[in-house]
């Protein structure tokens, strides 16, 4: 499991991407404008975000306090014994 907490300040963005492996996020702090593929939502603290594998996302700052948020997903490793 990789964890981790991401902060995006004032004016920021974390660019469109994706992973091989869903990912989830939970907000904490601020709030921001998640896209997943073309769907576009606000979110804020409190806010649960599950992003199946393979799906362009990017968050935006829209706030004015930095959105901090904790992130999660597996990686899943084929043949190790």
């Known amino acids: ?10 004016g920021a963005e974390l660019l469109r991407h994706t992973h091989l492996e869903p990912e989830s996020y939970f907000v904490s702090e601020g709030k921001g404008i998640m896209t997943i593929e073309k769907e576009i939502n606000e979110i804020r603290p409190g806010s649960v975000i599950y992003i199946p594998s393979k799906l362009t996302h990017s968050v935006k700052y829209s706030g004015n306090q930095t959105l901090k948020s904790l992130f999660f997903f597996f990686i ?3 043949g190790t014994k």
Do not use: L, R
């Open 76 to 78: 899943v490793t084929v």
């Open 1 to 10: 499991m990789v964890v981790g907490i991401v902060e995006i300040p004032s």
